[in-house]
């Protein structure tokens, strides 16, 4: 069974820095990787879809990158924002597991 | 892209009673669907895994008897916890996606589920 782990737990910024969350899995023959945001008591946003093919994926000041030989993948969140803040996940398919989450705090 | 409402929003009920929960895909046609419990400040737990006109694939320790899932038609799953209890109160969420395995899957916003 796959498993997916985040780290950090939890991580808390001031505003305008960058920073990198982290997602490892054990299985990498995996089709594809989605990192997703969720408020407290929300369900998930979907912030990018990285396919096996790719190695990296951006989005505004969102950039995920995927490396599957190492089964890891990085979020990368450029100058962050109070509005930021919320609970990061990486799920993998083929049933989506999902890691243990990153939560996050920016401060103003 | 596409959409999958999840209904109802929130729900309570009282023990021992049932309470259905339906995820439905509107712009596409959902060959299989998830189904995953959240505790609080817990991450997402799979629970089962549902393929349209197929029996649901229930993941380790959850009880296929007490949570039952149909998948009658490419556009809807249900949910149905069964006799519920206040451990069952959790956040419910349901995820679709095509046939293709290299796509991405579309999440509903879930649902509370409380028992009271």
């Known amino acids: 069974k796959q498993e997916v782990t985040q780290i950090p737990a939890a991580l808390s910024v001031p505003e305008g820095e960058n920073l990198v969350l982290n997602c490892s899995f054990t299985?990498?023959?995996?089709?594809?990787l989605q990192w997703f945001r969720q408020d407290p008591g929300k369900g998930l946003t979907s912030l990018l879809l990285i396919q096996s093919s790719q190695r990296e994926q951006t989005s505004g000041r969102l950039n995920a990158s995927l490396d599957k030989s190492s089964g890891r993948s990085t979020l990368y969140i450029a100058a962050s924002q109070p509005g930021d803040s919320a609970t990061y996940l990486c799920a993998v398919p083929n049933q989506f597991y999902f890691g243990t989450g990153t939560s996050l705090t920016v401060i103003p | 892209g596409a959409v999958v409402s999840q209904h109802p929003s929130w729900v309570i009920c009282k023990s021992g009673t049932s309470v259905k929960i339906e995820c439905r895909s509107l712009d596409f046609q959902a060959t299989t669907m998830f189904w995953y419990r959240q505790f609080p400040k817990q991450s997402l737990m799979l629970m089962a895994t549902?393929?349209?006109?197929?029996?649901?694939?229930?993941e380790q320790g959850v009880e296929k008897d007490k949570f039952l899932i149909n998948h009658a038609s490419l556009t809807l799953s249900t949910l149905t916890v069964t006799s519920a209890h206040p451990e069952d109160s959790s956040f419910y969420i349901c995820?679709?996606?095509?046939?293709?395995?290299?796509?991405?899957?579309?999440f509903g916003q879930g649902t509370r589920l409380t028992v009271v």
């Open positions: 995820s679709a996606r095509t046939a293709y395995t290299n796509t991405e899957a579309f």
């Open positions: 549902s393929n349209e006109g197929s029996k649901a694939t229930y």
């Open positions: 299985d990498s023959a995996i089709y594809n």
